[in-house]
């Protein structure tokens, strides 16, 4: 068994740190699409909004948000939230 050189170290902290850096510009690619989607899936817009699921069944049962459901899954419309939420302030 060869014994680990300081060569050996600096290589390896080399690749953890790209490593690093590539995890941080995936996460930072992933938050750029999700802002360029007008329609989100629940769990998203929950997320994004802080809401339960019962608020977001009630705002699309009232007809106060867009909503499509497509095989299953609701997808609702970001900007009608936004607005939702803008108006109740």
Known sequence: MEPITRQDLEVLRSQI???V???MNAKDNENEIDSQFE???SKKIRKLMDISPATLQNFRISGKIRHKKIMGSYYYNKTDLINLFEDER
Do not use: P
Request: aromatic fraction near 12%.
């Open 21 to 23: 850096e590539l995890l």
């Open 17 to 19: 740190v790209q490593d």
């Open 39 to 41: 329609w989100l899936r």
